[in-house]
Structures are given as structure tokens and as C-alpha cells.
């Protein structure tokens, strides 16, 4: 499918199923180098002297390079939503990691932290031990299959109010094959809706207390080095 005909889909609300799984069924998240994403939404934030801004704001994630050994894989990638969580005017784009393991676990790592561990993990002799003192409940950012109505990232410690780790429900808003992935923490709320096949499709941050506040939508993909054709 042709670049403009994916935008097309995704800006006029049409089902997801025609861009997601069916025609990448091999790949749960596409982390192809190469692979991009562009978001556009709203982004609220506020300035030293306590007034708000707020403008329509567009972000480009994308993949500039990978690393395999076995089923550990991991991709570097520049620009991400969540930082337009909190936002500051003039900003630039930052670096991030996904590490995928063999049980399909995806860990998430952002900044300096990212650049070290994607340079460290190819040189190291033994990557297992050396990822295995990385990995925590907080840096888990997907499981793969999601299934409506899992929770993780609490090192299995279900709090009663169900704060701090991420819970998976169907989106209701778009087709079956997406979900919600959505942590509440004291201060703030992320919510994230995640199309296997696809990727992130949509991204939400609010902060209950100073006004912190990101929507950001899909409106594009590329995949450069895609070679897939329609089942």
C-alpha cells in the first residue's frame, strides 16, 4: 500500500484493519530500520510564569538502526511520543530504545540511557546478563499478544486502585484488533492505543496538577524497506 493511500486511511477514521496485522503478520511491532511515524495533536504546556500554551504540534518517530542476537532485538529511535508530555518550546527530538526479548516482552529506555545500552549490548559478550540487570517493571512497555484485560508492569503487585502499572482493554474505538494501554499513577494519566501490526496508532498524557497535556495521532507511515504485498 502506497504511502498517501495509508495516510488517506488513518486521517479519514477508516477501519485499521486494512493497515495493521493482515498485512504484516510477522510483525508485532514494525521496528524495521528505516520505519517512521508522524504525529499530530494538540500539546498544552506551561511557562514559568504559570500561563498555559497550547498548539498543534507534529512529531516524527523513527527507526535509524537495529541490532540482533538470536531473539533479543533491539531498535534506536529518534523522537517519541511521550515527550511531548512535557513539552518545552524548541525542543528537539531525543533518543529511545525498544529492546524485544524471546518471550516478546518490550522494554523501553529513553535518552542518554538509550544511546549507552544500544552501544553497550554489542559489545558485551553476554548480552542475557547483561540486559537482565536493565529490565525492571517500569521500563516494560508491551507484551506481545496483548489480550483485553491484562496487567503488568507491577512486578506482580496489583495495587486495589490498580495505579502504577499498565492495563489492556479492547479500544472500542477503533477495530478489534487494537487496544488501550493505559497507566494512572497519582499525578498524571497515559494512554496509548497500539495496533499490532501497526504500532503506536495514538498517544495521551494529562497531569492532573500543572497543566501537562499531550493528544497525539497518527497520520503517517513509512516503511521504506517493506517488501509485503496483500494476502
Known amino acids: ?29 514494525p521496528l524495521a ?5 508522524t504525529y ?22 523513527e527507526v535509524l538502526d537495529t541490532w540482533q542476537s538470536g531473539q533479543i532485538f533491539a531498535a534506536l529511535i529518534k523522537g517519541f511520543p511521550s515527550e511531548y508530555a512535557w513539552y518545552e518550546p524548541g525542543q528537539e527530538r531525543t533518543f529511545h530504545l525498544i529492546i524485544r526479548t524471546e518471550n516478546k516482552h ?16 554489542r559489545e558485551t559478550p553476554d548480552q542475557r546478563a547483561y540486559l537482565a540487570k536493565l529490565f525492571s517493571p517500569e521500563s516494560l512497555f508491551l507484551i506481545a499478544p496483548l489480550t483485553d484485560g491484562k496487567i503488568y508492569g507491577n512486578d506482580g503487585k496489583i495495587r486495589q ?7 489492556v482493554k479492547k479500544d472500542p474505538k477503533r477495530n478489534s484488533q487494537a487496544f488501550i494501554l493505559r497507566m494512572d499513577t ?3 494519566r497515559t494512554e496509548i ?6 504500532g503506536i496508532y495514538s498517544y495521551i498524557y494529562i497531569h492532573s496538577g500543572t497543566v501537562a497535556e499531550t493528544r497525539l495521532y497518527l497520520i503517517d507511515i513509512e516503511r521504506p524497506n517493506a517488501t509485503q504485498s496483500r494476502p
Not at 488513518?10 to 493482515?22: D, K, N, P
Not at 518490550?106 to 549490548?121: G, K
Request: aromatic share 18%; glycine share 6%; proline share 5%.
Open 186 to 188: 497519582l499525578p498524571d
Open 106 to 121: 518490550f522494554y523501553l529506555f529513553h535518552d542518554e540511557q538509550a544511546e549507552t545500552i544500544f552501544r553497550e549490548i
Open 40 to 61: 499530530r495533536g494538540l500539546t498544552k504546556w506551561t511557562l514559568p510564569s504559570g500561563e498555559v500554551e497550547s498548539a498543534i504540534l507534529t512529531l516524527k518517530m
Open 1 to 29: 500500500m502506497k504511502r498517501a493511500a495509508y495516510a488517506c486511511f488513518l486521517l479519514l477514521g477508516f477501519s485499521l484493519s486494512a493497515v495493521s496485522a493482515s498485512y504484516f503478520p510477522n510483525e508485532y511491532f
Open 33 to 37: 530500520r528505516g520505519n517512521t511515524w
Open 161 to 167: 486502585d490498580q495505579r502504577y502499572c499498565w492495563r
Open 193 to 198: 492505543s497500539f495496533v499490532p501490526g501497526l
